[in-house]
């Protein structure tokens, strides 16, 4: 545990706590938004991400469930300086983003810096519809999921909530698929365990490139075929081949609807589509922004940091967080360590949160494979002999603990096993 305080102090040495006292948060129907920004950008954020979702719902026939994102915290940050600590890590090294969707166990979380406007709404809008629809087309080929995600991206919501703009062309696409595309059938095949899709190479971005067109064409082109897509994706799904899945669908042989779709991609004619929702709840927020609670927003912001490869600082702020609101901490920490707790230091502290908050069966559920699997590791089987204890499992706990003295284990691990196993005893005593 020593460890763990030294690598904590050391971050809060270079790594100071955001200014949470600044922090202002507001409830809306399907999400919890906060951020150090001005109680008109905060709103300005919620309702963005109302009328998103209120859209999709409305374009896919009222699926979207309210369970669906009931636990999504929204985090705004103000520019890339204060928003840095909170992009991802890979390899070593910040991954540079505008935005992001962090979704794990923990709960679900939606980061913006607003510093980067449209760019960084997006990028959630793209996987904020992988979780609004994961009922609606889970089963459905990644290529029709990706594509239809990097479609819904390009919404726009004017008129007051009453109008949505959607198909605008993405430059980028364009421009990569003027250089290079996937055949159709391959492009079909594509799972989440291709090479394609899990290799950051120029395949990968033609892939979602290639995937909008495909949505876009189906949607846009004339004729319409929005049931003949949906028709191949779920034909693909059941196992059907690209040709007999295409034929079933589009009723046309796959070579003819390659030729199709690469004319609509070579014409880059990609006009977008104007919905009026007049029979619709125009969205709104309602209420102001308030104060935040410091140790709320200082978990919130532990829990994103443990999500993106940042465990040590996270669980520096968990810490931090555990003094004024273990409640929160707790329901953080509720999902298995695996998951959540990646990373030894992070471990351990996220264990120590479960000794503080007296989550004593999650960590016995935790750490017992663990200690099965190395006996050796005397700090683990201390944190679990110490939950064993308070689960009235003193034989458990003694065994784990005379284990230690029995062995080569540091002498302030000796003398903790000792301490437990007075502990012990005395639960033992009539």
Same mark, same amino acid.
């Given at each position: 545990?020593?460890?763990?305080?030294?690598?904590?102090?050391?971050?809060?040495?270079?790594?100071?706590?955001?200014?949470?006292?600044?922090?202002?948060?507001?409830?809306?129907?399907?999400?919890?938004?906060?951020?150090?920004?001005?109680?008109?950008?905060?709103?300005?954020?919620?309702?963005?991400?109302?009328?998103?979702?209120?859209?999709?719902?409305?374009?896919?026939?009222?699926?979207?469930?309210?369970?669906?994102?009931?636990?999504?915290?929204?985090?705004?940050?103000?520019?890339?300086?204060?928003?840095?600590?909170?992009?991802?890590?890979?390899?070593?090294?910040?991954?540079?983003?505008?935005?992001?969707?962090?979704?794990?166990?923990?709960?679900?979380?939606?980061?913006?810096?607003?510093?980067?406007?449209?760019?960084?709404?997006?990028?959630?809008?793209?996987?904020?519809?992988?979780?609004?629809?994961?009922?609606?087309?889970?089963?459905?080929?990644?290529?029709?999921?990706?594509?239809?995600?990097?479609?819904?991206?390009?919404?726009?919501?004017?008129?007051?909530?009453?109008?949505?703009?959607?198909?605008?062309?993405?430059?980028?696409?364009?421009?990569?698929?003027?250089?290079?595309?996937?055949?159709?059938?391959?492009?079909?095949?594509?799972?989440?365990?291709?090479?394609?899709?899990?290799?950051?190479?120029?395949?990968?971005?033609? +892939?979602?490139?290639?995937?909008?067109?495909?949505?876009?064409?189906?949607?846009?082109?004339?004729?319409?075929?929005?049931?003949?897509?949906?028709?191949?994706?779920?034909? +693909?799904?059941?196992?059907?081949?690209?040709?007999?899945?295409?034929?079933?669908?589009?009723?046309?042989?796959?070579?003819?609807?390659?030729?199709?779709?690469?004319?609509?991609?070579?014409?880059?004619?990609?006009?977008?589509?104007?919905?009026?929702?007049?029979?619709?709840?125009?969205?709104?927020?309602?209420?102001?922004?308030?104060?935040?609670?410091?140790?709320?927003?200082?978990?919130?912001?532990?829990?994103?940091?443990?999500?993106?490869?940042?465990?040590?600082?996270?669980?520096?702020?968990?810490?931090?967080?555990?003094?004024?609101?273990?409640?929160?901490?707790?329901?953080?920490?509720?999902?298995?360590?695996?998951?959540?707790?990646?990373?030894?230091?992070?471990?351990?502290?996220?264990?120590?949160?479960?000794?503080?908050?007296?989550?004593?069966?999650?960590?016995?559920?935790?750490?017992?494979?663990?200690?099965?699997?190395?006996?050796?590791?005397?700090?683990?089987?201390?944190?679990?002999?110490?939950?064993?204890?308070?689960?009235?499992?003193?034989?458990?706990?003694?065994?784990? +603990?005379?284990?230690?003295?029995?062995?080569?284990?540091?002498?302030?691990?000796?003398?903790?096993?000792?301490?437990?196993?007075?502990?012990?005893?005395?639960?033992?005593?009539?």
């Amino acid at each position: 545990m020593r460890r763990v305080l030294v690598l904590a102090a050391s971050i809060l040495a270079v790594a100071p706590a955001v200014a949470t006292a600044e922090w202002l948060t507001l409830r809306t129907p399907h999400h919890q938004v906060a951020g150090d920004v001005s109680p008109k950008q905060l709103k300005d954020v919620a309702l963005r991400l109302e009328q998103f979702r209120d859209v999709i719902a409305t374009l896919n026939e009222a699926t979207v469930r309210a369970s669906d994102d009931a636990s999504v915290i929204v985090l705004a940050f103000p520019d890339e300086r204060s928003y840095r600590p909170f992009m991802p890590v890979a390899s070593g090294q910040r991954v540079p983003v505008d935005g992001m969707f962090v979704s794990s166990p923990r709960g679900t979380y939606i980061t913006i810096n607003l510093d980067a406007a449209a760019g960084a709404y997006r990028s959630i809008y793209h996987e904020y519809s992988h979780l609004l629809l994961r009922n609606v087309f889970g089963a459905a080929p990644l290529w029709f999921n990706e594509g239809l995600a990097e479609y819904y991206s390009t919404l726009e919501v004017a008129g007051d909530g009453r109008r949505a703009v959607m198909g605008k062309p993405i430059e980028s696409h364009i421009e990569l698929l003027r250089e290079r595309r996937l055949p159709l059938a391959k492009l079909l095949s594509i799972t989440g365990a291709s090479p394609e899709y899990i290799r950051d190479t120029p395949e990968r971005h033609v +892939l979602y490139a290639q995937s909008w067109a495909m949505v876009h064409h189906a949607l846009h082109a004339t004729p319409r075929r929005r049931e003949a897509l949906v028709s191949l994706a779920f034909k +693909l799904a059941g196992g059907a081949t690209p040709e007999q899945a295409v034929l079933e669908s589009y009723g046309m042989p796959l070579a003819d609807l390659e030729r199709e779709v690469q004319a609509y991609m070579r014409r880059e004619v990609y006009q977008a589509t104007r919905f009026d929702f007049k029979d619709a709840v125009v969205t709104t927020v309602k209420g102001s922004p308030t104060a935040a609670d410091a140790g709320e927003i200082e978990a919130w912001l532990g829990g994103v940091q443990m999500g993106i490869g940042r465990q040590e600082e996270g669980a520096v702020r968990l810490q931090n967080a555990l003094k004024t609101r273990p409640d929160v901490v707790a329901s953080l920490l509720r999902a298995p360590y695996q998951v959540q707790l990646s990373g030894r230091p992070a471990l351990l502290a996220g264990m120590r949160m479960f000794l503080s908050t007296r989550n004593y069966a999650a960590i016995r559920g935790a750490l017992t494979p663990m200690v099965k699997a190395n006996p050796a590791d005397h700090e683990v089987a201390l944190i679990l002999a110490e939950a064993l204890l308070h689960l009235d499992d003193s034989d458990g706990a003694r065994a784990l +603990l005379e284990s230690i003295l029995a062995g080569a284990a540091p002498e302030g691990h000796k003398r903790q096993a000792r301490s437990l196993l007075t502990q012990a005893g005395d639960r033992r005593t009539p």
